[in-house]
């Protein structure tokens, strides 16, 4: 018995096997990336798959049932491929299944139309084909963005559909619309598979944007791993010099303290010995030296907070001229030290720059009260102030004509208690540390430069914006 009626069943025949492989294609696309539709697209292929494979028969063939069963499935086919693509090109309508209904009756009724303009035998094609065109218009406006350059496949993939079959199948071999069937199967295989490469293009491009993406992702991953150890290794360090700095600044702090302390318990064992004695010369005397040394521990207390109020106080930072700051600096300078030790300062133009005004007002007195100390041991005590801009930095310098030190050892100078002089020079060795803190905290540095018996230098850098210290 013969199955396929004639060579054009043939073909439909191999075309629904096509379309059924093509629609499980679909179906596993849907898989992998479900908001393109591809469950419908498939669809469209099953239907197309059912028309082809069921009208290569020769039982079906013939026969009037089948013959408008087959125009609603041509329009299922179309109406499925039309929601599915909607989707893909990002216009998912919100009540798909109305839509994919509307459109079968939208097919009807353009079939209808055009059988009344005496297009009977060519009514079904051409309405189709109609469709085809505002499917391939649908691709080439929006798939060309979310498809790159697999949207011009997908576009000829439904122009290929109306020419093969009007064109080719029914104008050039003139066939009727049953030996045209196999001629549709074959044409919308070609669509499923133009839009099967579509997609995978597309697929292709959103793999790659998401490898782009967890690559960038891995390396800022890796930069902030590499940035975070660092950050680890340098706090460890701080902490661990700092941990080292308390205990060597507590012992010290001890030492200096415990000497004023030992002193005036001494003295006061003196004067009570004294005072039995009735030598209220000698009780005199020692109740003077007590009086000494609890100025000098007054003293002492009266920098360590000062040096704790520089390290923790927040900064008030603003644009000032660095002129006023020294001036007010000389001023306080010159209550305490008096006018005429001051007068030997001699003071060249400063610009401004971003700081703490009390805190830096600090910075002078201590620098400017240090040099005059030491210059006050020459004959003829001579303290200059300058400054310097160096690109993005500011650096000043306070220099005097005093006996100078030792430069071997300059890097004592900022360190808590260390005394270069000993104790023929007052002071209680706290002065510097407090202005290397402020300095600091600003963003500079501070340093010293001096030889014996030619004076010394302290020099502070600023930066010019504010830091972040």
């Known amino acids: 018995m013969q199955i396929f009626s004639d060579p054009?069943?043939?073909?439909?025949?191999?075309?629904?096997?096509?379309?059924?492989?093509?629609?499980?294609?679909?179906?596993?696309?849907?898989?992998?990336?479900?908001?393109?539709g591809m469950r419908w697209i498939g669809f469209s292929m099953g239907i197309a798959a059912v028309r082809a494979l069921v009208s290569s028969l020769s039982w079906f063939r013939a026969s009037e049932l089948w013959q408008d069963i087959a125009a609603i499935l041509a329009a299922g086919t179309l109406s499925a491929l039309l929601v599915g693509l909607r989707f893909y090109v990002g216009l998912a309508p919100r009540r798909s299944v109305l839509v994919?209904?509307?459109?079968?009756?939208?097919?009807?009724?353009?079939?209808?139309?055009?059988?009344?303009?005496g297009m009977r035998h060519a009514a079904g094609p051409l309405a189709s084909g109609l469709v085809f065109a505002y499917l391939a218009l649908l691709c080439t406006g929006r798939l060309q963005s979310v498809a790159g350059r697999a949207f011009p496949l997908a576009a000829l993939a439904m122009v290929s559909n109306p020419l093969l079959v009007?064109?080719?199948?029914?104008?050039?071999?003139?066939?009727?619309?049953?030996?045209?069937?196999?001629?549709?199967?074959?044409?919308?295989?070609?669509?499923?598979?133009?839009?099967?490469?579509?997609?995978?293009?597309?697929l292709r491009m959103d793999l790659e944007a998401e490898l782009a993406r967890r690559r960038e992702a891995e390396g800022a991953l890796r930069r902030l791993n590499e940035s975070l150890e660092t950050r680890v290794h340098e706090r460890t360090a701080e902490l661990e010099q700092l941990v080292s700095g308390l205990e060597s600044f507590n012992r010290m702090v001890s030492h200096d303290l415990r000497g004023p302390l030992g002193g005036m318990r001494g003295l006061a064992d003196l004067a009570l010995n004294g005072l039995h004695q009735g030598q209220l010369d000698k009780v005199e005397r020692y109740l003077g030296l007590m009086r000494g040394e609890?100025?000098?521990?007054?003293?002492?207390?009266?920098?360590?907070?000062?040096?704790?109020?520089?390290?923790?106080?927040?900064?008030?930072?603003?644009?000032?001229?660095?002129?006023?700051?020294?001036?007010?600096?000389?001023?306080?300078?010159?209550?305490?030290?008096?006018?005429?030790v001051v007068a030997c300062v001699h003071a060249e133009p400063l610009p401004s720059a971003p700081v703490d005004a009390g805190l830096m007002q600090q910075v002078f007195i201590n620098l400017i009260g240090n040099a005059l100390k030491f210059a006050g041991r020459v004959v003829r005590p001579e303290v200059r102030v300058r400054a310097d801009e160096n690109g993005q930095r500011i650096v000043v310098e306070v220099r005097d004509n005093g006996p100078g030190f030792d430069p071997v050892r300059a890097g004592e100078l900022f360190q808590p208690f260390r005394r270069l002089h000993g104790a023929e020079v007052p002071g209680s060795g706290i002065g510097l540390t407090i202005v290397r803190r402020i300095v600091e905290r600003h963003g500079g540095q501070v340093w010293a430069e001096g030889r014996p018996g030619q004076g010394a230098s302290f020099f502070f850098s600023l930066p010019r914006a504010p830091s972040s210290a």
Do not use: C, K, Y
């Not at 499980?24 to 849907?30: D, E, K, Q, Y």
């Not at 064109?167 to 199967?185: M, P, S, T």
């Open 8 to 36: 054009g069943a043939g073909m439909g025949f191999a075309g629904g096997l096509m379309l059924l492989l093509l629609s499980m294609g679909f179906l596993v696309g849907h898989q992998l990336r479900p908001r393109w």
């Open 294 to 340: 609890s100025d000098r521990l007054a003293g002492l207390v009266s920098q360590l907070l000062l040096l704790a109020r520089v390290s923790n106080a927040e900064l008030a930072l603003a644009d000032t001229p660095l002129d006023a700051v020294l001036a007010e600096a000389l001023q306080t300078l010159g209550i305490s030290e008096g006018e005429g």
């Open 100 to 117: 994919f209904l509307l459109g079968v009756l939208a097919w009807f009724g353009l079939r209808e139309l055009l059988e009344l303009f």
């Open 166 to 202: 009007l064109v080719i199948g029914q104008w050039w071999l003139g066939l009727d619309n049953v030996q045209l069937r196999g001629f549709a199967a074959l044409g919308m295989a070609i669509v499923g598979l133009g839009l099967l490469m579509a997609g995978m293009g597309r």
